[in-house]
């Protein structure tokens, strides 16, 4: 690994400018330095290939990185989709947002001064008034007139993601200032929010009345979180007055922004809050963006009803939302996703709920936000992970085929969720273990290694496939482990190897022990019985219902594979398990859908097969009737481009 070679005015720099403003609500946890952590095993291997192809690799240094910021040279997002804005704008921001966190994950010199080259060549676009951005109006911040849309562009389109895409370029910006230490990379973001609040002023908008229309305000306003990092490396009262601006739109009853509080109040689920406008306004990983700037407010002010907020929402949504897919929402958006019976979700959505219940975790140390992660990641996220790292989906599926997206706003290499996808493998990274003042705490249990001053934790064996993981602490001091207690594992047993007898701690969170000083080595084993798990959602056949028409994106095969009874699921420990070609299942077997109710049990028998992180032998029995198929991890079942109109994989049953 590749030590890093900063100037001593890099290093000067990140102390004297970054985290000028000290946290008023600290975190109960603290997590270990990205360059500290290891991500392993095939999941590992999985990561290691995307961030060679999307990352720090040749083709996405010269072409992915270089197109983004070739968008800054030729700004054009309000031309060639006039009268509506596009979006390309975003790209360099979230690539650079990863990206920055890669270079500090591989401690990697020579990739810190690649971003650090990429930055200064944007911030070489940077109007006299501070203005970056890809509009070329940088006024161009309502939406447009859905009829003026419908007559030049054959829809009422009232797309508008220039403020959105300045987000994105100023966490980027400050992303990579965090990283090396450029204090010109400082200062052009302070610029750039500084220009943005003063047209604001000028043109007498809140920023919650910009953006594209049925939105509400959300994606501009979820500026809020790189609004309150620039505050903390600067200490500019004007941006944090700028923060509670866009915090009291969310309560202050004056529209359009959702008033989060009064709406909770209600008990009602986000598809019921605003009647009429269900698959329009709740637009989802920039509602979850929001709140995880909340998160960031909470930090800085200690206003406890913000956390309160937050922790509400998170519960509301993966009440009403969480989908079949273990993600969040429908397609992108929040309508119910929870009752529905087919299940599709973006991967924003799932690296955005990740990040979410990543903060709150850190902030209020309650493992039922690891609970959430866990589902999430090890299903609807790596499923949307291309096994050959150069691309990912547009749409995970619960059936059939997850679907992919190419040439989006206009460009050839670039996509929302792409660019997005390794601040979640980032975020894992960091969350295998944690510090809770001198304790160490375990998370999760795919195999990694998580380094801290005084402790390191090393992550063995074949999880989330085998049902057992060696986990090896070497520590200087006694020291407090606590070991989370999956909810799907009903027996967990933990015995100090080479000889110490198993323990089974009681129900509950966390399993806690001592470890001395030294190398002590302790063998976790779990309960991944199956899981057969009925859907009892409602049947749902009104094609004209807006979650059809989402089903139906790329228009082929929504009338055929868009289920209207109910099917049941299996699980294997957090894993959702599924049919596939990849393990040779055929057609029918694929779509056979039949088990929901009724007394059916099933086992498992492995087998090998090298398409598939794991695979088994499903035999399912009920009285004198019993079948068989062949099934595999659900991320495993599809991940990567398929042939147009391949039933590929289902996990219903």
């Not at 992660?373 to 997850?402: K, M, P, Q």
């Not at 997005?420 to 705490?441: H, K, S, Y």
């Not at 047993?493 to 399993?511: C, H, N, Q, R, S």
């Not at 779990?526 to 409602?538: V, W």
Request: charged share 25%; aromatic share 12%.
């Amino acid at each position: 690994m590749r030590k890093m070679a900063l100037t001593t005015i890099l290093v000067v720099g990140v102390g004297a400018l970054f985290a000028k403003v000290p946290d008023v609500a600290p975190d109960r946890l603290t997590a270990p330095a990205l360059k500290d952590c290891r991500v392993q095993g095939p999941i590992g291997a999985k990561f290691e290939k995307f961030m060679y192809e999307r990352c720090w690799g040749p083709y996405a240094r010269g072409v992915v990185m270089r197109e983004a910021e070739e968008a800054f040279a030729h700004p054009d997002d309000d031309v060639f989709n006039a009268p509506a804005g596009m979006w390309k704008g975003e790209f360099w921001g979230k690539l650079a947002l990863a990206a920055a966190r890669v270079a500090a994950y591989r401690d990697d010199a020579d990739f810190t001064a690649f971003l650090r080259a990429s930055a200064r060549r944007l911030v070489a676009h940077q109007r006299a008034d501070g203005y970056l951005g890809t509009y070329l109006n940088p006024e161009f911040v309502l939406p447009c007139d859905p009829e003026t849309a419908r007559a030049a562009l054959g829809w009422p389109c009232s797309w508008n993601w220039n403020l959105w895409c300045r987000k994105y370029t100023l966490w980027g910006l400050l992303a990579v200032y965090d990283l090396t230490g450029d204090a010109d990379l400082l200062r052009a973001a302070d610029r750039a929010m500084a220009q943005e609040i003063a047209m604001l002023r000028k043109l007498g908008l809140r920023l919650c009345e910009t953006g594209t229309g049925p939105m509400r305000g959300l994606p501009p306003c979820s500026t809020l979180k790189p609004l309150l990092l620039l505050y903390r490396a600067t200490a500019k009262p004007e941006y944090l007055a700028f923060a509670r601006e866009i915090v009291a739109s969310w309560s202050d009853g004056r529209g359009p922004a959702p008033q989060f509080a009064a709406k909770l109040a209600t008990g009602a689920s986000m598809d019921a809050w605003y009647p009429g406008e269900t698959g329009l306004w709740a637009k989802a990983y920039e509602m979850m963006s929001c709140l995880d700037g909340l998160l960031e407010y909470y930090r800085l002010t200690g206003e406890r009803a913000s956390l309160d907020l937050v922790v509400k929402m998170q519960d509301l949504i993966w009440r009403t939302e969480r989908n079949l897919v273990e993600s969040v929402g429908y397609n992108d958006q929040f309508v119910g996703a929870a009752r529905h019976l087919n299940g599709t979700s973006e991967p924003c959505d799932a690296i955005h709920w990740i990040r979410l219940n990543y903060d709150l975790y850190l902030i209020t140390g309650e493992a039922k936000y690891v609970n959430a992660i866990e589902y999430t990641y090890h299903n609807a996220f790596l499923a949307g992970v291309f096994r050959d790292g150069t691309w990912g989906a547009r749409e995970v599926r619960s059936h059939g085929r997850h679907i992919a997206r190419f040439g989006q706003s206009g460009m050839r290499f670039q996509h929302c969720c792409v660019n997005n996808m390794p601040r979640t493998f980032m975020d894992i990274a960091q969350l295998g273990a944690v510090r809770e003042g001198e304790a160490v705490r375990v998370n999760l249990y795919a195999p990694f290694t998580a380094g801290f001053a005084d402790a390191e934790v090393t992550l063995t064996g074949d999880f989330p496939i085998a049902d057992k993981v060696t986990a090896k602490f070497a520590v200087k001091r006694p020291t407090t482990v606590k070991f989370r207690l999956p909810p799907w594992s009903k027996r967990t047993t933990f015995a100090v190897l080479p000889a110490g007898k198993p323990v089974v701690p009681p129900a509950g969170d966390w399993y806690e022990t001592q470890v001395p000083a030294g190398v002590t080595v302790i063998k976790v084993a779990f309960d991944m019985a199956p899981r057969l798990e009925h859907s009892g959602r409602a049947a749902c056949d009104d094609l004209t219902d807006y979650r059809f028409r989402r089903w139906n994106a790329d228009g082929r095969d929504a009338r055929r594979l868009y289920r209207t009874t109910p099917a049941a699921r299996l699980f294997r420990g957090p894993l959702l398990l599924a049919k596939s070609k990849n393990v040779n299942d055929t057609a029918d077997d694929i779509l056979r859908a039949d088990l929901n109710g009724g007394d059916w049990s099933v086992t498992l028998r492995p087998f090998t097969d090298f398409r598939v992180m794991g695979a088994w032998e499903a035999t399912f029995t009920r009285g004198d009737e019993k079948f068989a198929v062949s099934v595999c991890d659900f991320p495993s079942a599809g991940d990567e481009l398929l042939p147009d109109g391949a039933d590929y994989f289902s996990i219903f049953f």
